[in-house]
């Protein structure tokens, strides 16, 4: 199946940290992706997030505009807009 891409913007990149805003339309994906660090995710909308992870798992969970959680180095997945209205997240990844 093939999707749109989420649009990816970053906002900062420094020694300490790499800042980047992802915006979906409905069906827009990451693509499948290795996070090389640590990172934090802040959801400026009601996300519908559907993650396929390795072995083939998928699921699926909403969460609230203004939520954040952080996940470890290492994570695999694609991630995918499953809603039907445009959602976007800030992805703050930690350097060393």
Known sequence: MTRA???ATV??????VRVTRYD????????????G???VITTVTDCTLKLELPGGEVTQSVVPAGS??????GTEHNVI???DAPMTFVEVELKG
């Open 5 to 7: 891409g989420a649009a």
């Open 11 to 16: 906002l900062l990149d420094d020694e300490k």
């Open 24 to 35: 979906f339309a409905p069906g827009a994906e990451t693509g499948w992706h290795t996070h």
């Open 37 to 39: 660090m640590e990172y």
């Open 68 to 73: 954040a959680y952080r996940r470890p180095v």
């Open 81 to 83: 807009n499953g809603g």
